[in-house]
């Protein structure tokens, strides 16, 4: 089944429908924990905030959240019977202060400009905000906050011409089960019917998956404007769930033994499919690999150990190099084979590599460390940061920066 809309969003009525019905069903839920506490960040209780504006996360744009001048956030609502209630914004929880007539209030510290989960924490009870978007995150449903960021339009909606997102299925003979694919196509795709397009396979973090770079990421916008301005080319993008259980036997974690469930789902199922149901290059130096934190380190293994099938890897903000638990002392000879004893033959292999990181990411000096090495080595890696820390905002000027190197 293809799922689509002319502005680039596959968020259609099916999905706008259950959204609705999914936020009820938080509310009731959340509302019967908290002693049937009432929200309605949506309504003003008579009060009006000047100089705010609504994020465009919100569902109502005349309710809250608000955005004010300095980035800082306005949180707003009602639960008359509940005790305690705080906003979990980016990991720092506000205590809200509440009123006689049971409307609770707090305003955030300024944040920076980004896309920023936040939950409600009622009575100790921990739910998406009914008065916002939802998006699948954290390994569970979150509310979230965009809050712009000057000189970054070509995130937003342009008056350009805009490709297609399709949702599809494809049955996976690894897990024997139907799996979900996003597919961007540009704007060209079904008018120029003999042209074959280079592929990128992008890779979400963990917790999330193949919505992630659609609505959160905001790819097809990215795409859209870059191609409209000439600075990137062409190319089908697709965005994979490259959450895979791992079998019995075939180990785990950042290790090319640890991605062999995964290589053989996106070797074995998903290219195939891909291949068969579009038009899209079916050689090394036509596809790409990509991805962020845990899609980084699947985007490096798979990539680099398999340079007959990818010739263009990036990795954003991967905790492979150090940063998170359980990584330390890497090996980059060990980890990928020939990249510093047969710097030559490797580097002939790719077209591009490429790395990034947010500057206030606990990987970015781990980071830092190893693209220094790889570079002082010979190896052809090209790296940036961007402010931030682990984070969309960051992830989204990553890919801006790739897309615009691919296929040259």
């Known amino acids: 089944m293809l799922l689509y809309s002319k502005n680039n969003s596959y968020i259609c009525g099916i999905k706008s429908i259950y959204n609705m019905i999914k936020g009820h069903s938080l509310l009731l839920l959340a509302g019967l924990m ?17 100089n705010s504006v609504a994020p465009v996360t919100n569902i109502n744009p005349n309710g809250y959240p608000r955005l004010l001048a ?14 305690n209630v705080q906003i979990d914004l980016c990991g720092r929880k506000y205590d809200m202060n509440r009123s006689e007539d049971g409307w609770w209030s707090v305003t955030s510290q300024p944040q920076v400009p980004g896309f920023h989960y936040y939950s409600l924490v009622v009575d100790g ?31 937003e909606t342009q008056q350009v011409a805009h490709g ?31 042209k074959v397009y280079p592929v ?15 609505e959160q990421g905001r790819v097809a916008n ?14 089908v993008v697709v965005c994979v ?22 290589k053989t789902e996106l070797t074995e199922n998903i290219l195939p499919f891909i291949e068969k149901n579009f038009r899209v290059g079916k050689d090394a130096r036509h596809r790409a690999i990509c991805g962020l934190s845990m899609g980084g380190g699947q985007s ?15 990795l954003f903000s991967t905790g492979i190099f150090g940063g998170i638990a359980g990584s330390s002392n890497f090996d980059s000879e060990k980890e990928i084979p020939g990249i510093y004893s047969n710097t030559t033959g490797f580097n002939k292999n790719l077209d591009t590599f490429f790395i990034s990181c947010g500057e206030q990411d606990p990987r970015i000096n781990f980071t830092r460390t190893i693209v220094s090495q790889m570079q002082v080595k010979g190896v052809k890696v090209r790296f940036a940061s961007y402010p931030g820390d682990h984070e969309w905002q960051v992830w989204r000027k990553s890919f801006n920066e790739y897309a615009q190197m691919l296929f040259k």
């Open 34 to 50: 908290a002693c049937n506490a009432a929200f309605a960040q949506g309504q003003f209780g008579g009060q009006t905030l000047p």
């Open 70 to 83: 300095d980035n800082s956030v306005a949180f707003r609502l009602r639960a008359p019977e509940a005790k």
């Open 125 to 155: 009870v921990s739910t998406a905000d009914p008065a916002s978007e939802s998006f699948y995150g954290c390994s569970r449903w979150s509310s979230a906050i965009e809050i712009p960021e000057k000189g970054c339009d070509v995130f």
């Open 164 to 194: 297609r997102v399709s949702e599809l299925r494809y049955f996976s003979a690894y897990t024997e089960s139907w799996r979900p694919v996003l597919v961007y196509t540009p704007a060209s795709y079904d008018k120029d019917i003999d």
């Open 200 to 214: 990128v396979y992008i890779h979400h973090g963990g917790g999330e998956d193949h919505r992630g770079w659609v």
């Open 222 to 235: 990215i795409m859209d404007n870059l191609i409209a301005q000439g600075k990137a080319k062409e190319m």
């Open 241 to 262: 769930n490259s959450n895979v259980p791992a079998k019995a036997g075939s180990g785990g974690g950042y290790s090319w033994e640890g991605m062999q469930s995964y």
């Open 300 to 314: 490096f293994y798979i990539g680099l150990r398999m340079p007959e099938l990818f010739a263009n890897v990036a």
